[in-house]
């Protein structure tokens, strides 16, 4: 952009940044969301619930069913980086 057109939009600056990093934390929380490490320790975590008789066979099934849809989302974007962090 030229000057004038930055001395211009000078007062959004705060409102162009703020936009920004909410993008930020928004793409963050999707690669988090989306980690097949993070979604393999929640169907873990499912199971123990279903075995210790917290949830029912039909809570673990629509939740299962739930979980394996984001996997295979993940594994056909590439996204996680499969170690339980985020990529950068």
């Not at 069913?65 to 590439?78: H, K, N, S």
């Amino acid at each position: 952009m030229g000057l004038i057109s930055e001395v211009l939009l000078l007062p959004l600056a705060p409102a162009r940044g703020g936009a920004w990093a909410i993008r930020q934390v928004l793409q963050e929380a999707e690669r988090i969301y989306y980690d097949p490490a993070t979604i393999r320790a929640e169907l873990a975590r499912l199971e123990e619930l279903l075995e210790a008789g917290e949830i029912t066979e039909e809570e673990f099934d629509e939740q299962e069913d739930a979980l394996l849809d984001r996997l295979e989302i993940a594994t056909r974007t590439g996204a996680g980086t499969g170690d339980g962090t985020a990529q950068r």
